[in-house]
């Protein structure tokens, strides 16, 4: 199960830079990178503000989903949260959460976004639908329109979609990554939050079908999708475990009901 360290720890060493962003995505993103015993880190902020400085949740929403999909067995890249001090343009950060996840590519494997990777590969007048599903990769498909729809995951785009490429040049989807503009991640104040209606569809981007995670179920038959279970107290108090503070008091409620609403929403659609 992913972990939060709470314990304050030292990440001050760490360079920061503005990360890759999708198009139309607002705010700075800043990320960092470091190799420990030979194994490769990448570190996430949330939303970040010269002015206000982190203004946003999303690294805390990378733990969350990380533990809703370890609860719903669907592979994914792994987040940990951590409580650290930082240093950004020369000032220091108390009590930032700070996501980090290990490269999940092994020693010499190369990476492509799908989006590139379907340019060159796509035959003519095929969808990158149709592509993925004549590649074998239909059930990671299917993962990742059951995830997309149960967070509400708003940046879906083709760079948020990678490929492994191994060397006998085998090539695979990598694990499901980067949800952190997800769940109530335009509610920024608790006003915000309090007025966020957790079912509604908003438009999001998608590489794989349109701009609405709830349609983009019915891009393969019903039959195609599988059971995830029910979504029972145990299951949200898990996912949620040790996060009121971070979160605030009023954004851990409304996002423990948004995940259960969803999931119940999912469950629906699939017994519809």
Request: aromatic share 10%; glycine share 6%.
């Amino acid at each position: 199960m992913p972990v939060f360290i709470s314990d304050k720890q030292d990440l001050t060493y760490l360079n920061w830079r503005i990360g890759k962003n999708s198009s139309g995505t607002p705010g700075t993103f800043l990320k960092a990178e470091d190799t420990v015993d030979g194994v490769h880190y990448y570190y996430k902020l949330s939303d970040y503000d010269r002015m206000r400085g982190i203004v946003g949740h999303e690294s805390i929403n990378e733990l969350i989903v990380s533990r809703l999909l370890d609860e719903i067995n669907i592979p994914h890249t792994n987040y940990d949260l951590i409580n650290a001090n930082i240093i950004i343009y020369e000032s220091e950060i108390n009590n930032a959460y700070v996501a980090v996840s290990k490269d999940f590519k092994e020693k010499g494997d190369r990476k492509i976004a799908m989006d590139e990777y379907f340019e060159i590969e796509h035959e003519k007048g095929e969808s990158p639908i149709d592509f993925c599903v004549r590649m074998d990769w239909k059930k990671y498909l299917i993962d990742m329109l059951i995830c997309d729809f149960l967070i509400l995951n708003r940046d879906r785009h083709g760079a948020n979609i990678e490929l492994i490429i191994k060397k006998d040049g085998k090539v695979f989807p990598a694990p499901l990554f980067d949800h952190g503009l997800s769940l109530m991640c335009r509610a920024q104040t608790d006003e915000e939050v309090k007025k966020y209606a957790p079912l509604e569809d908003k438009r999001v981007q998608s590489f794989i079908g349109g701009n609405s995670v709830k349609e983009n179920l019915n891009i393969f038959p019903k039959t195609d999708f599988y059971d995830i279970g029910q979504p029972d107290n145990e299951k949200i108090e898990r996912i949620m475990k040790g996060l009121s503070d971070p979160l605030g008091k009023v954004r851990y409620k409304a996002i423990s009901k948004m995940i259960k609403l969803r999931w119940e929403a999912y469950e629906d659609f699939l017994n519809s």
